[in-house]
């Protein structure tokens, strides 16, 4: 019974790493992703002010 008890200790403990680990994970994906956004967003708005500037080169 002793050896039961132990391994779902160790099954507890494991389970409390590895969310831990998940957390982590999860926080560096969305930095990452908040990251990339930003990129688009300012490659976007670079796209944006060079087609304007064309436009208004052009018309």
Request: aromatic share 8%; glycine share 6%.
């Amino acid at each position: 019974m002793n050896e039961g008890r132990e391994r779902s200790d160790a099954l507890a403990a494991d389970n409390g790493r590895l969310a831990e680990k998940l957390k982590e994970l999860g926080e560096e994906y969305e930095s990452r992703m908040n990251a990339i956004q930003a990129q688009v967003n300012a490659n976007f708005k670079k796209v944006e002010t060079d087609a304007y500037k064309w436009k208004q080169k052009y018309e």
